[in-house]
């Protein structure tokens, strides 16, 4: 069983204001990680943590397809707690389910207007030698679930790919919790963290 005061503590919570830029030359912002710090749950949010109004749908017609991509250390303990959006303006529920015997998760992309899930990530955690996941350390995504039902389209007229999917990944993991995930061609991951130092992925 997680401890969840351990948890909390492996989440920097100290709002920073500087900003990198990305190894490729995309500028990334402090702001996911300002976000995050002024708005992260105290305690793991579940899908029954959202509104009864608009509850956390299920998949209708979902799409898997395996996908590598490596998360930087520390990112696993943010991604287990969860993100659940207080006013419109966050836009994204985000619930994590396990991690199970073999380190597996599953994060949940939820849209907060409609409950409608996005996608989900299944993620591997590296395990230590008793067979337990490292939380701390660094995880890899490993395959993605999307939403391929018409009537579920994110935006009337956008049909969701693997693509766009993997895109939303990146987006909410940058934007919610200042994790930047790398779509293509980049194996240095790296996370913002209060001295705003990079963590290479090696």
Same mark, same amino acid.
């Given at each position: 069983m997680?401890?969840?005061n351990v948890l909390c503590n492996l989440i920097p919570r100290r709002s920073i204001s500087h900003s990198r830029q990305h190894p490729l030359g995309t500028p990334i912002s402090s702001l996911g990680m300002e976000h995050y710090t002024q708005y992260a749950p105290t305690k793991r949010v579940t899908k029954e943590?959202?509104?009864?109004?608009?509850?956390?749908?299920?998949?209708?017609?979902?799409?898997?397809?395996?996908?590598?991509?490596?998360?930087?250390?520390?990112?696993?303990p943010k991604l287990i707690m969860g993100f659940k959006a207080e006013i419109m303006d966050h836009k994204w529920h985000v619930y994590t389910d396990g991690p199970d015997d073999s380190g597996i998760l599953t994060v949940h992309f939820i *849209?907060?207007?409609?409950?409608?899930p996005v996608v989900a990530?299944?993620?591997q955690a590296e395990l230590d030698d008793d067979k337990k996941p490292i939380l701390e350390n660094r995880a890899r995504i490993v395959e993605i679930t999307w939403e391929?039902?018409?009537? *579920?389209?994110?935006?009337?007229?956008?049909?969701?790919t693997e693509e766009s999917s993997r895109k939303w990944v990146v987006d909410v993991c940058d934007w919610v919790f200042g994790i930047h995930v790398p779509l293509e061609g980049d194996d240095e991951p790296w996370n913002l963290v209060e001295d705003s130092n990079r963590v290479p992925l090696d």
């Open positions: 997680l401890d969840w943590d959202f509104p009864r109004r608009i509850p956390a749908k299920p998949f209708v017609e979902p799409v898997a397809s395996p996908w590598s991509a490596p998360l930087p250390p520390g990112s696993l *849209r907060s207007w409609t409950g409608i990530a299944k993620i391929a039902a018409d009537n *579920r389209r994110l935006f009337k007229d956008e049909i969701s």
